[in-house]
């Protein structure tokens, strides 16, 4: 069926990296752009980035840039979402979102999410 | 990149209709028909309730509509039932990228 897995639960240092994987089953992975967004405890939904996994032409949100990269292997159909110089306000969880179409900005397909602690 | 302004919470009783605002600028959510809300229950995804400002995906209750008036956008919740009990969050568009409200909690008395 259609889905999106996603790596598992991840503890890292502060100054750390994590790079989260996606992998897409079900459908085309190359016909739907694929969207990050986090969710830290108890707060709200936050856009991270966009990758379309046919070129692998990124853009990412402001507050990330620099310290994001999305990335994917078509071979696997597998979507990677890493984010450099970890601090404790980055523990969310991390959720890949598909588009209801192609290049859609609404997301009918979600991940379940990886949650990424960052702690000493 | 400011995200969208909801009301923290909103409640009502069974069978009764509520409304969540979303209010954003003319270079987001008055700028473009490409608002979309989503119904989160605790510990799980969001849930796809409307798209295009008013259009309903399949499986989801005629119960729930969207509209929009300038910077607002609203979604209603008709004939509330208990199993609607959730955090609601907009979403917009903006111009390549994407930004969502801060979330309303529901709550059904």
Redesign the interface.
Known sequence: QVQLVQSGAEVKKPGASVKVSCKASGYTFTSYYM?W?RQAPGQ????MGIINPSGGST?Y???FQGRVTMTRDTSTSTVYMELSSLRSEDTAVY?C?RP?YSS?????L????TLVTVSS | QSALTQPRSVSGSPGQSVTISCTGTSSDVGGYNYVSWYQQHPGKAPKLMIYDVSKRPSGVPDRFSGSKSGNTASLTISGLQAEDEADYYCCSYAGSYVVFGGGTKLTVL
């Open positions: 969207h967004v709200g939904l936050e856009w853009s949100a402001q507050k959720y979102a209801g859609g900005w609404y997301f009918d979600w991940g379940r999410g």
